[in-house]
């Protein structure tokens, strides 16, 4: 169970990562539904996950990481990585558990690390990454504002093929937040 909110939105609230929440994270990212839509590519350990908690949850190079819960229950992660702090920029993702898929939690999700990306970490630029075939992801981003910059071609290898990579970023004079 998540602990208490550090972001509340309407339906979503955005958690610190705790050690409860490691075997969720853990046995969502390993569903065949949707590690295939992010960089995952081997079954994530428990030891790995665990690792990754005292490593990376939050470190100080600014990346931070968020447990989606709702109703205090955790269905997915959001975070904000590859902070760049000469040029301002960073990068937000995110993934929920097939369950809540079309909800509207990841876009009110997004919405929050967003926000949360501007306000408090004084970016400049905020990209997103989404895998082709993933137009759900891509229709959060685009939902939100964000502007598709460019597709890289064959950029990953996925289920035995390359697929394209699409690039969407905003900028903070861009951003409302009211989307």
Known sequence: MPGRPFLEGDAVDLCAVAEDDLEFLRETLNDPAVWPSLSARTPLTEKQEREWYEEHASDDNGNV???????DQPIGSVGVHGVDDVNGSAEVGIFLGE????NGYGTE???????YAFAQHRRHRVVARVF???DASARIWEKLGFELEGT?????FVDGEYRDVRYY???EDEWNGEN
């Open 65 to 71: 990481n968020f447990v989606v819960a709702v109703d």
């Open 99 to 102: 369950q809540f898929w079309g």
């Open 109 to 115: 999700a997004g919405r929050l690390v967003t926000e």
């Open 132 to 134: 082709e075939g993933n």
């Open 152 to 156: 890289h071609r064959d950029e990953v």
């Open 169 to 171: 970023s905003v900028l």
